[in-house]
């Protein structure tokens, strides 16, 4: 072979290879690529709705004491008996026996000592102590352990409940307001109710030295007042 086409063709190789190598040297220039938020833009209002109700109960929470020496064949029927006892109290009422203890003194009786409670109407509490005192006999003491008014669990919940659906109306309520007036479509973002919203203590003390005098204006409803606090966000996309 033709030694000048020899060299040719290694000095065109050499001239590729240096070629080669620059290119994989050469890093490549980097790209940004901008990613599109999953998550439009906001314009947020953030405010506190705040909002009362009155409690109306007409009813008091009544606990009764039942302190009792019995043998044993007594102590069979006495369960029975003091049913029959606590429900000639007050017509119309359901009985809840929350304590219930029994032990055997030295002379061999069984000591029983019970507690019982129910929601009694205030027009019904007038001369609640005297029928209890009437429902004790010998080796067994019926007493009016406590009066509380004030409402039940079942008022509350319901006040709860109608507190919620005035909030929901009233942020229903500004919705329409914010649209109206910035031609936006503002939307609920978020509510969080006050954990802290509670029912405010009435007069108590006043109101247990009443039913210890055993007044005859037991038939007055007593009322309490119930505070919903919400804090809301409202939302709309930024147009």
Do not use: C
């Not at 002379?107 to 005192?133: F, M, Y």
């Not at 936006?184 to 039913?211: C, K």
Request: no cysteine; glycine share 2%.
């Amino acid at each position: 072979m033709n030694r000048k086409l020899i060299f040719a063709i290694i000095v065109v190789a050499g001239l590729l290879l240096v070629t080669i190598v620059r290119a994989s040297d050469q890093s490549a220039t980097p790209q940004v690529v901008q990613l599109a938020s999953p998550y439009p833009s906001l314009n947020r209002i953030h405010y506190v709705v705040h909002k009362e109700q009155w409690v109306v109960t007409d009813s008091a929470r009544v606990i009764v004491s039942v302190n009792a020496n019995l043998t044993d064949d007594a102590l069979d029927h006495f369960q029975d008996k003091m049913n029959q006892s606590l429900n000639s109290l007050a017509k119309n009422v359901s009985w809840h026996i929350t304590q219930f203890n029994r032990n055997q003194d030295s002379s061999g009786l069984e000591q029983v000592s019970a507690q019982a409670e129910a929601r009694i109407a205030n027009s019904a509490l007038a001369g609640l102590r005297t029928k209890a005192d009437k429902l004790s006999s010998p080796g067994v003491k019926y007493s009016i352990v406590d009066i509380q008014y004030g409402p039940s669990d079942e008022d509350i919940q319901k006040a709860k409940d109608s507190l919620r659906q005035n909030v929901y109306a009233a942020i229903a309520e500004e919705i329409r307001s914010l649209n109206k007036m910035y031609k936006q479509e503002f939307f609920v973002n978020s509510i969080d109710f006050d954990l802290n919203s509670s029912i405010l203590p009435p007069p108590q003390p006043m109101l247990m030295r009443v039913a210890s005098a055993g007044a005859s204006n037991d038939n007055v409803p007593v009322n309490q007042k119930l505070v919903l606090q919400a804090d809301v966000v409202l939302a709309a996309k930024v147009q």
